[in-house]
């Protein structure tokens, strides 16, 4: 169940603190409100799903630099969140503009609260709505997947399961195959009204997308909740109508097998009847979307063209897939694996979703290894990155694994003290500054290009920093230890 975020800025525990939207992103008003939550914590993006209304009081935001407020915008984008609620007052005066320059680019409201309200008072009054309308429609949803499974046991065809779903929504109900051919059909579908699309795996393979169009008078929140409860059902028709073929089977094990971390036996056993070699180069490919199911075909295409061989699983909003770079070496599969990251580059994904690429295992046994650490470069990746490269990420990976945070805190602390210290009263951004140039190799020219500035000012802030950590390192063996800094203080 979700409200719009015009409808919920109508409520009266919101409406008090005289809202206002600050930016103009498009159809912003009609987005789905799934939840209201709120939070002074920066590090909030991980924890959401997407659909919040995110309601905050500005004072953690207004004592940390514009990088930092940057960063944070774009976190949430990412996830997907209907909008922020910022609170102006005393902490925060106003919303700054370039963050708000970010969010527009980014595409999340920026909602601006001139009035004090007590956030708990707007979150019991839209969250208890919310959850009441979801527990009827989860209700009315099994009861629709009920009467459709009664209709499959009675033999039952798709036609017929459709009509079931059709009569019980007042939706027109169609069964699309991922290469737009349509499987089968009930219902109208008119001009206008709203579109609903929910995929429909079999053993984790996107076999069909369902789309539900609800007329402007039906209630396209009921509508979805009793797609996504008949996916099984409909999964069940599908694979009575289309089972999957013997080595079909067996690449989707092979998947779950990584996935899961099993014995290396099992991957020699399961990699031969998938078609993929248990010997030479892999890597492991992660992508967190939430069209991860409709990527698929497309990811697959992709792969096929690139490597030799590969499998792919999707589940959730997470699509994994492994790719055989070849038996001529590491050499030949590293240079294979940088092809396959720029073409991933080129991957039309939805907003918000993130794409890593683990490192190069030798044989098929080092997969798991890959697509773990695919996933901890994830975790630890700017939002924005793009596809992420695990390999580029080796130093913050092996410190997450191997220092605890209070060493990593210490040797940052000893090292750049200063720095991290002027940042922080002067609002600078001199540690970006020093990580951006030290990241390229102390190339003050291409430093210059990444921070958007003019050579001249980059010489002037690489001057305070070094006046700030003892003197210019280059020659003095003190660099290592200074990048080692940078690349920790991430953490």
Not at 327 to 346: C, H, I, K, P
Not at 347 to 372: D, Y
Not at 404 to 419: K, P, S
């Amino acid at each position: 169940m979700s409200i719009s975020l015009g409808a919920a800025l109508e409520y009266q525990s919101l409406k008090s603190a005289e809202p206002r939207v600050l930016n103009n992103v498009p159809e912003s008003l009609d987005r789905p409100v799934r939840w209201v939550h709120s939070s002074e914590v920066l590090d909030i993006a991980p924890l959401l799903s997407g659909g919040e209304l995110l309601l905050s009081g500005g004072q953690a935001l207004a004592g940390v630099t514009a990088a930092r407020q940057a960063d944070y915008v774009r976190e949430l984008a990412a996830r997907g969140i209907a909008a922020l609620a910022l609170e102006t007052g005393p902490a925060l005066p106003e919303v700054p503009a370039a963050m708000l320059a970010i969010a527009q680019t980014a595409g999340l409201p920026v909602i601006e609260l001139r009035q004090v309200v007590p956030f708990v008072g707007v979150m019991q009054e839209v969250n208890s709505l919310l959850v009441s309308e979801s527990v009827e429609h989860l209700q009315r949803g099994d009861q629709a997947s009920h009467a459709m499974a009664a209709e499959l046991a009675h033999g039952g065809g798709l036609d017929q399961l459709l009509a079931v779903l059709s009569e019980r929504t007042g939706a027109g109900a169609r069964l699309v195959s991922p290469s737009g051919l349509t499987l089968g059909a009930a219902g109208s579908f008119d001009d206008g009204g709203s579109l609903t699309t929910v995929d429909v795996p079999v053993r984790g393979v996107l076999a069909a997308r369902l789309e539900l169009h609800m007329p402007d008078d039906g209630d396209g929140g009921f509508a979805r909740v009793a797609g996504e409860r008949s996916v099984d059902i409909l999964g069940l028709a599908l694979l009575q109508r289309m089972p999957p073929g013997l080595k079909e089977l067996a690449g989707i094990e092979l998947m779950r097998a990584i996935n899961s971390g099993s014995q290396h036996w099992q991957l020699q056993q399961l990699g031969p009847a998938s078609g993929f070699p248990v010997k030479g180069a892999v890597a492991a490919v992660v992508i967190r979307s939430t069209g991860a199911g409709h990527l698929r075909p497309a990811v697959d295409a992709l792969l096929r063209e690139r490597v030799p061989h590969s499998a792919s699983y999707a589940n959730n909003a997470e699509l994994i897939a492994l790719a055989s770079l070849g038996d001529e070496g590491v050499v030949r599969g590293a240079l294979n694996r940088r092809v396959l990251m720029d073409s991933l580059r080129q991957l039309e994904v939805p907003a918000g979703s993130l794409v890593a690429v683990g490192p190069l295992g030798s044989r098929i046994s080092e997969a798991p290894w890959s697509l773990a650490e695919a996933r901890r470069a994830l975790d630890l990746a700017p939002a924005g990155k793009g596809v992420v490269d695990a390999d580029a990420l080796a130093v913050e990976l092996l410190a997450q694994e191997s220092l605890d945070l209070a060493t990593c805190e210490g040797f940052v602390q000893r090292q750049l003290g200063a720095v991290v210290e002027h940042d922080r009263l002067k609002k600078s951004e001199l540690m970006r500054t020093l990580t951006v140039w030290l990241d390229t190799g102390c190339n003050t020219a291409q430093a210059a290009r990444e921070l958007h500035l003019e050579r001249q000012s980059l010489h002037h802030r690489l001057q305070r920093i070094f006046e700030l950590c003892g003197g210019d390192p280059r020659g003095t063996g003190r660099l290592a230890a200074l990048h080692l800094a940078t690349r920790l203080a991430r953490l």
